[in-house]
């Protein structure tokens, strides 16, 4: 029995002794690599191809790789005296033109014309008569390619001819505006990088965006929602705003770019619709997008606003508006503010009152309202701060016991500390001093516009003043409540009189006491005699 070695022999001297049994396979194999690699070329050419007019400039590539403009300038002529109107074919012609460079004349007889070198690739070979033909009549185009890279840039359409198209009309260049402008949203990526790395007052991006109209913007549109919206990123929130700063430099042609970023799923172009509305002060616009968008998205557009933007919308907006309930929520004092003189004008006024008067609200609107306050403030001012009472007790106080105010507003203000309510007299006793000061007589005058009501807060406080340590300070502020109950001059504060005249805490107070008592009881005589009521 054979070993296998000696098989294997056996069948090697077989295929030898019949060559065709070996010659047979290797061909197959050749053909077969043969085609792929032919297959192969064609995809690639198919690849590069960036105009439908430009379909044979791509079979001299390798002409431009060589540095030899020939073949590809023939190939331009024949796309331009195909379609004239090509204007594609033609700014790469012109293109090609800006980098050649004259050569020296060719050394060749009339009788002998030859045209320039050519690779050795069978198609090129074919077509060097036509070539050479062609080059005679244009003479100017022998030149040679100096920076062939960027010639083959801009027939690619590629982001590093992109990037200096965007540069140079960036920094105003004519040709460059033009070609941008033909090119459309082809280069929105590419002015989108270059805007991220401009500072933020360089308004440069803007402008050349604004002139590439809403078809740039849309492209700047897909740029962003290209990112995923979950990632978080300072990046892509500078992104954001540019593409909002466009938006509103665009006004009414970027709308319905907007309209269908809001109908999207991406979250950075659904919340820049609804930015763009407020932005733009549209308030049919934001309430339309309001409708396809979720009430979370619409109340944290209303959060990211300044205040002076949704006021302008208040005036619009109507009751029932998702937009309208989400500023009802917004608890920003700036923010109500704002809306405190247009909600009167609104369309919907009574939503606007009822809000304004809900305690959340007053809690974070009086502070404010009452540091303004004045003789001069509007009525519906004061009506507010009459609905907040005592949470508008304390800056109004202020201004009561001011020496530096006009009387007019001291006069205003005590007017209104007389209906706050309850908590008016505390917050006046909380302007007095341990020690006589200016504002002693307006303190006085403050506690006596509040009339009857104000007579048994003074008792406490009379009360409490007793209980003080310090017997200066002691003497000093109950003197100012005994002047105050005399001022009042109703029985309700003689009898509180009278009771601080016969404790035996402080004989100071009781001694003021009694002389308010008696400088009161001489005057009730007087008015008697005199006939007064």
Known sequence: MQ????????????????????????????VAVCVWRDRRSARRAEAIRAHGALDDLFLGIEAWCT?????TVHRLGRALEADPGDHSAARLLAEARLWLEPAPPAATSPAEPRGPGFPADRRFREEAAAVAAWLAMVPELQRRIEEPRRVLDALELNRAHLARLVTTALDGEAPALVELAELGGVVAGELLRQALTLAPDDRRAVVLAVSLGKDLFRALLTELEAEPSEEHSAQRARASRFALTVAIALGPAAEEGLDAAARSTHAVLRDLALDAAIAMGSADRLASRARVTSAGEVRRAIRRARPEQLASLARELGDGDTAFDAILDDPRPALWRALVDVAHEARAAKAWHAALRRGS???????????????ASPPHHRDLLIAAGPRAAEPIALLATDPAASDADRAAARSLL????????????????????PA???????????????????????????????????????????????KLGTTGARRVLDAARRQTTAPELARLAGEALAANAASARATRSEGRP
């Open 3 to 30: 070993s296998a070695t000696e098989l294997a022999g056996d069948a090697l001297a077989f295929l030898l002794a019949e060559p065709v049994l070996l010659e047979v396979p290797i061909l197959l194999v050749l």
């Open 361 to 375: 609200t007053l809690d974070a609107l009086a502070p404010v309202l009452a540091a303004e306050f004045g003789a």
């Open 440 to 486: 002693d007589e307006h303190l006085v005058a403050a506690w006596s516009a509040l009339g009857t009501g104000a007579t048994a807060a003074l008792r406490e406080l009379f009360a409490g003043i007793l209980r003080e340590p310090d017997r200066a300070a002691r003497a000093h502020r109950g003197a100012l409540v005994i002047r105050a109950l005399a």
């Open 418 to 437: 007389a209906e706050l309510g309850d908590g008016v007299v505390g917050a006046l006793a909380r302007t007095w001093g341990r020690a006589p000061s």
């Open 67 to 71: 540095r030899d403009a020939a073949t």
